[in-house]
């Protein structure tokens, strides 16, 4: 029988706060209703994360962490544009999965430059090699801000009230014509 790890009283908090989060939005996410989450005087999460930023911070990290090792959990492959669309593919399952967090995400972005680098890394790299392989029909900068645009506009319908199978379905059709506009056909 495996033994289970205690959770730290930091991890704790975090779960609270992330559920919190999913649930109630950032706005839920309250130093009170963490605390009260998981019995602990408002001094505990204190002193673990100075204050209720510096536990939307860590929330942020951790969440940041996840949809990093997610969308670079798929191997790369020798065609770069089907890698792009699998990135696509797991940014936009990551979103729907994660609304909330995905919100506090983009909110956060214009605060922290680094944490939309971070996000577009892959990205990025998979258009620098369609560039390298001549089938870029723009500069990568372009084509960096226009699939940002549209994945923008793609997850703003979840606040709408459009469903996951919809946005999906819209996303990829979508990006299927921003991709055309895009990408040149390979070469033989």
């Known amino acids: 029988m495996k033994a289970s790890k205690k959770l730290t009283t930091e991890e704790v908090l975090l779960r609270a706060a992330e559920a919190l989060l999913e649930r109630e939005g950032p706005d839920g996410v309250t130093t009170r209703a963490v605390c009260g989450a998981v019995n602990v005087k408002a001094p505990t999460l204190y002193h673990h994360f100075g204050d209720k930023n510096g536990l939307l911070d860590a929330v942020l990290a951790k969440g940041l962490d996840a949809f990093l090792k997610r969308k670079q959990a798929s191997p790369e492959t020798a065609d770069a544009l089907k890698d792009l669309i699998s990135g696509w593919e797991s ?19 214009g605060e922290n430059p680094t944490i939309l680098a971070a996000a577009m890394a892959t990205t990025d790299a998979r258009l620098a ?51 055309s506009a895009l990408v040149r056909a390979k070469r033989l």
């Open 129 to 179: 090699r369609l560039a390298a392989e001549g089938r870029l029909a723009t500069d990568v900068e372009f084509a960096r801000r226009s699939l940002l645009a549209l994945s923008n506009g793609v997850t703003a319908l979840w606040a709408q009230g459009v469903s996951k199978t919809e946005i999906k379905a819209v996303g990829r059709f979508l990006l299927d014509a921003t991709l």
């Open 91 to 109: 940014f936009i399952g990551f979103a729907l999965e994660r609304p909330q967090l995905f919100r506090l995400m983009v909110r956060r972005f």
